[in-house]
């Protein structure tokens, strides 16, 4: 694989969470015990082998800090972890977080840049992902799921032609 950079956005205030992100970021909340919900991020990042991680926080930057600090002690010898925080105010979102930090993402002149979200729970191998990604020369690649119609409201929907390309999103659509 050709080097590649890894980019975690990890903050998420979960306004859709209530009480529960409450003074906490939605990727720091607590799950299983000792770990968090950004722990599914690094773990795939980890078994996918996928390289160098920069993780973009804001929201409750000294809790979430603090977790990665923690994390990087136990996890130090299989990656590179480094925690980037929006220089003057607040990101407006993933594009923003992405073009602040442009400048950053020239310097390491990576072939391949992985945007990954820090608050989803899941399990996958990222390298099959950039792989694919490689295989099909594409200048971008997006992972997405199937889901059903009543909660389509809720994300990002794609429309895609037989053949995988992408010629239409939109962003939480009121009537999907």
């Known amino acids: 694989m050709k080097k ?3 980019i975690i956005l990890a903050g998420g ?4 969470m209530d009480i ?3 003074g906490r970021a939605k990727p720091s909340l607590p799950f299983a015990g000792g770990f968090r919900v950004i722990d599914f991020t690094l773990s795939n990042c980890i078994h996918s082998r996928t390289g160098d991680i920069e993780v973009l926080i804001d929201y409750q930057r000294s809790d979430m800090a603090n977790y990665l600090r923690q994390w990087c002690l136990v996890n130090a010898s299989r990656h590179k972890l480094r925690i980037l925080e929006p220089e003057v105010g607040s990101y407006k979102g993933t594009a923003d977080a992405v073009y602040r930090n442009i400048t950053y993402l020239q310097r390491y002149s990576a ?3 992985l945007v990954l979200a820090a608050d989803h729970v899941y399990k996958m191998d990222y390298s099959k ?3 694919f990604h490689g295989r099909i020369a594409a200048d971008v690649t997006v992972g997405v799921v199937s889901v059903p119609i009543e909660q ?4 990002g929907i794609v429309k895609a032609t037989t053949e ?9 659509p009121r009537a999907p």
Do not use: N, W, Y
Not at 13 to 16: D, F, L, P, V, Y
Not at 165 to 172: L, N, S, T
């Open 4 to 6: 590649a950079l890894t």
């Open 13 to 16: 205030q979960g306004k859709r």
């Open 20 to 22: 529960l992100c409450h």
């Open 111 to 113: 072939d391949t840049i």
């Open 129 to 131: 992902m950039l792989a």
């Open 152 to 155: 389509a409201h809720r994300f």
């Open 164 to 172: 995988g390309r992408i010629i239409d999103f939109v962003e939480k």
